[in-house]
């Protein structure tokens, strides 16, 4: 079996007035890549976003704005490309390691998934770096697997994984593109990246996104190892206490 090479590759992401930094990321991609890797835009923005990534020859689909995982979905079902690779729009993430993922995917992993917490994360206000860090343990103590970043938006996936998986999450749609394909023993490896100071300005509250995070990585743990949803639980438990 050959080898995939970049006129495989899809990298894709959803987008939300993000004009400051979709350049820089288009650029790197177009870059590294050769100009061979497709580029997919879910795009939800009322700044020129779009209007800049279709100028660098990205697929732009514009959507209402309904939350991150609606978007993220979206782009990772939409490529026909047989390795998917997902990044954030805020020119956080390191476009050169875009070889390396592609060559973990030709090993036979079936999702590499980017580590920013490893390596330490310095650019990350220090609350989302606890948070990130508590996350990750709560999701490695879930699955009993010992998992670094649930949280990152750089993964590289074989696309046939993505459209066997149903994916349920909005704002914890990256901790269950990580968590599912874990707990159902596909082969999975993360990479240790650089993470960069973000350009623009942050949409997630840290309070509210993080709570929403952290019920999504329960939620997916509790379904994934013992075959119930938390909404069930949490229904027997009210019952059980009236």
């Known amino acids: 079996m050959s080898e995939f090479t970049f006129d495989d590759v899809a990298v ?11 350049g820089s990321v288009l650029a790197d991609i177009e870059r590294v890549s050769g100009g061979r890797a497709e580029v997919v835009c879910v795009d939800g ?5 779009p209007d800049i990534a279709r100028g660098m020859g990205a697929r732009v689909i514009e959507q209402e704005p309904q939350g991150y995982g609606v978007a993220v979905r979206e782009a990772v079902l939409t490529p026909d490309r047989p ?3 997902t990044t954030d729009c805020d020119d956080t993430y390191p476009m050169e390691r875009l070889p390396d993922f592609l060559d973990l995917i030709n090993e036979g992993h079936d999702v590499v998934s980017g580590d920013r917490i490893t390596p330490g994360a310095e650019t990350m206000p220090r609350l989302n770096r606890l948070g990130n860090r508590a996350f990750a343990g709560l999701a490695s103590l879930l699955l ?3 998992l670094h970043d649930v949280t990152t938006g750089m993964r590289a996936y074989r696309r046939d994984l993505l459209h066997r998986i149903d994916w349920t999450e909005n704002t914890g749609l990256s901790a269950e593109l990580l968590m599912r394909p874990v707990a159902r023993n596909y082969r999975v490896t993360e990479v240790p990246i650089d993470y960069d ?3 623009g300005e942050t949409k997630l509250d840290p309070f509210r996104g993080g709570a929403a995070i952290a019920k999504s990585i329960l939620r997916i743990g509790i379904e994934e190892r013992f075959g119930t949803s938390l909404d069930s639980v949490t229904t027997t438990d009210t019952v059980e206490r009236t």
């Not at 959803?14 to 004009?19: I, K, P, Q, S």
């Not at 923005?45 to 976003?49: E, N």
């Open 83 to 85: 390795v998917v690779v």
């Open 45 to 49: 923005s009322d700044d020129r976003t």
């Open 197 to 199: 100071e973000r350009a």
């Open 144 to 146: 009993g697997r010992r």
């Open 12 to 22: 894709v992401m959803g987008t939300y007035n993000e004009e400051e930094a979709i």
